[in-house]
């Protein structure tokens, strides 16, 4: 079983060959082929590599499948005895990605 560890928008993701993962949002369109080069740890059947931070030479292709957003959060705040409320929407960005190749 391979997999990488991956860091992309500021976190750090395990993903698989065939898996999907849902991250912040890309400027990339759907269909495109994009290349992880931040990776932080190879597993393969020949044993473990391990990056310092980043292991050099190593890369993950994905596909972007879908640009969405993600559900609608309601932020409410409020100061009891102060006449203060507010209601703020939010939905957050994200793309999907299908894991296509690790390599390292």
């Known amino acids: 079983m391979t997999y ?3 860091q992309t928008c500021g976190k750090q993701y395990r993903v698989e060959e065939g ?3 849902r991250v912040d949002a890309h400027l990339e369109t759907a269909g495109a082929e994009i290349t992880l080069d931040k990776v932080l740890l190879v597993k ?3 044993g473990v590599q ?3 931070p980043h292991l050099s ?3 993950v292709m994905a596909q972007v499948l879908t640009l969405d957003r993600g559900p609608k959060i309601i932020v409410f705040k409020k100061r009891s ?5 507010k209601t703020q929407g939010h939905r957050q960005d994200y793309t999907e990605l299908l894991i ?3 390599t390292g």
């Open 19 to 21: 898996s999907r993962l």
């Open 44 to 46: 393969t059947d020949a």
């Open 100 to 102: 296509t190749k690790i």
């Open 81 to 85: 005895k102060k006449t203060y409320k």
């Open 57 to 59: 030479g190593a890369k």
């Open 50 to 52: 391990i990056g310092n």
């Open 4 to 6: 990488a560890i991956v």
